[in-house]
């Protein structure tokens, strides 16, 4: 049973334009959520996190928004950049020191 | 600090063969986890340590799969004996607080 769900293997986007990856989760539990990026041939690097009493966590281009009720969360990245064509994924917590529960990633293609 | 060490950074083995996977974790961080990626499953926690002391072992495929933590400087990932459907990327990583998760750079492992 996946808790944590991306279900869109890949985006692309046009370079400038607004990219919006969406992550849906299962356990109404979770309270912490984080969004990883990961190029070729390296691990993932942490990107952006949110906790589950805020809707929304601003980082530079980046923007993740949480919504409870349909637990559902999405990261913004405005405006994009070739740089950030990687693989995102999506993961949740219980609470900080339980283990991080992952989706599948979503691979961003940015085109100039 | 260098970060999370993983070696080899690409295996490639025959069916049959024992491997081991190793990782350095950062010095200080309490929790290491062993994943593998995969493009079906993405990433998919196989075991962690906390304090040196396997916590959830439950994403261990079968009993082909062994991990060691014998110090909270050096673990080990075994694989005998390795079959095909074993090739995936696998990672470790470690943390201190949730939010530091700091993945490796991963190994490769090819089973021909």
């Known amino acids: 049973d996946q808790q944590v769900k991306q279900n869109s293997p890949s985006l692309s986007v046009q370079e400038g334009r607004i990219s919006i990856l969406n992550c849906d989760y299962t356990n109404s539990m979770f309270d912490y959520f984080l969004w990883y990026k990961k190029y070729p041939a390296e691990g993932p690097t942490f990107l952006i996190s949110?906790?589950?009493i805020k809707d929304k966590n601003e980082d530079g281009r980046f923007t993740v928004f949480l919504n409870k009720s349909a637990k559902h969360l999405s990261l913004h990245i405005v405006p994009s950049q070739p740089g950030d064509s990687a693989v995102y994924f999506c993961a949740a917590s219980v609470d900080s020191n339980y283990q991080l529960i992952w989706g599948a990633g979503t691979k961003l293609i940015i085109k100039p | 600090d260098a970060g999370v060490i993983q070696s080899p950074r690409h295996e490639v083995t025959e069916m049959g063969q024992e491997v081991t996977l190793r990782c350095k974790p950062i010095?200080?961080?309490?929790?290491l986890f062993w994943y593998r990626q995969t493009m079906m499953r993405g990433l998919e926690l196989l075991i962690y340590f906390n304090n040196n002391v396997p916590i959830d072992d439950s994403g261990m495929p079968e009993d082909r799969f062994s991990a060691k933590m014998p110090n909270a400087s050096f673990s080990t990932l075994k694989i005998q004996p390795s079959e095909p459907r074993d090739s995936a990327v696998y990672f470790c990583?470690?943390?201190?607080?949730?939010?530091?998760?700091?993945f490796g750079s991963g190994t490769r492992l090819t089973v021909v």
């Open positions: 949110i906790s589950s």
């Open positions: 990583a470690s943390r201190q607080g949730l939010y530091g998760y700091t």
């Open positions: 010095s200080g961080h309490n929790s």
